[in-house]
């Protein structure tokens, strides 16, 4: 199917790998202008490299989306690279494991600038451009954690549920400019999240054999349903969580 974005342009932020570079990939193919965003610019040049391999137009833009300084520099970048942008995939790594009872007030705050403050700062920062022009795609990159909490993952069950709850506030705030806000919310997706949750082989088995799918998602599986929010063919979609998870999240709702 054609997405229609084709020519759209496209910040994809945590997009050296994972998930993020399999959404960036999706975006380039269906012939969007990309840029992509992480820390580390060796990591990111390689990853643009790989990407244009098409021919597709790929720009790097090394930044920390943890702080406010960062995500205002690596937006007034992209724009010199490929003008307003038309569609936002806020990504990043996620905040490290640890139950409620060990999880002080620094990693708190931490947690927070980087997976919470990171897409109120995104968004803000692209969304007055989209609504002037009729048109704009926000797509936060979540997890199944909001509709579940995980054990010992403290931080993102709290961080991504008010990621959630923002991108509904705001989905319903800029309903009539044209403009979507949606999330994905991954489940066990094959990455390299997975090898820092999940270090041991037996730890990786007992956790596929507890997926109803038996088996880790693909980050393509994820990338799939970002790509439907980001399309032209999701304009009345606003304001959901789109679960891809193998099953793993059991309620009929
Ligand atoms: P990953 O660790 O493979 O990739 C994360 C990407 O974000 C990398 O490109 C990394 O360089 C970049 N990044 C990290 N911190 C950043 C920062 N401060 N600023 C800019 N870029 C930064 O992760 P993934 O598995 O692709 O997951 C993407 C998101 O989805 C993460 O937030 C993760 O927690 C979440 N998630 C993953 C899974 C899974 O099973 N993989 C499940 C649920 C949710």
């Given amino acids: 199917m054609d997405l229609q974005i084709a020519g759209k342009t496209a910040l994809v932020t945590g997009a050296s790998r994972g ?13 969007a202008r990309v840029v992509i965003a992480a820390r580390t610019q060796a990591a990111l040049d390689s990853a643009a490299e790989r990407l244009g391999e098409g021919g597709g ?7 920390d989306v943890s702080s406010a300084k960062g995500v205002l520099k690596l937006v007034a970048t992209a724009r010199e690279h490929v003008g307003v942008i038309d569609i936002l995939v806020a990504n990043a790594g996620g905040p490290p494991a640890g139950a409620s009872s060990a999880v002080d007030d620094a990693s708190w705050a931490r947690a927070s600038e980087l997976t919470l403050m990171s897409a109120v700062r995104l968004s803000r920062a692209v969304l007055a451009e989209m609504r002037e022009r009729g048109w704009g795609r926000i797509v936060n990159v979540t997890s199944l954690a909001v ?3 995980v054990a010992e993952l403290t931080l ?3 961080m991504r549920s008010a990621v ?7 989905a319903n705030e800029v309903a009539d400019s044209g403009v979507t806000v949606n999330n994905v919310a991954p489940g066990y ?7 820092q949750l999940f ?3 037996y730890a990786r088995a007992r956790l596929v054999a507890s997926i109803p799918a038996k088996r880790f998602g693909e980050p393509r599986e994820i990338a799939a349903a970002a ?5 032209q063919q999701a304009a009345y979609v606003t304001g959901q969580t789109l679960v891809v998870d193998g099953g793993m999240v059991a309620s009929t709702y």
């Fill in 156 to 158: 993102s069950n709290v």
């Fill in 189 to 195: 997706t094959a990455t390299g999240r997975i090898e």
């Fill in 57 to 63: 137009e790929v720009f790097a833009v090394a930044a």
């Fill in 227 to 231: 790509l439907y929010l980001c399309s």
């Fill in 19 to 31: 998930i993020g570079f399999a959404i960036a990939e999706g975006l380039v193919a269906e012939g």
């Fill in 199 to 201: 270090s041991d082989d």
């Fill in 164 to 170: 959630t709850a923002f991108a509904r506030t705001l």
């Fill in 147 to 149: 509709k579940q909490p």
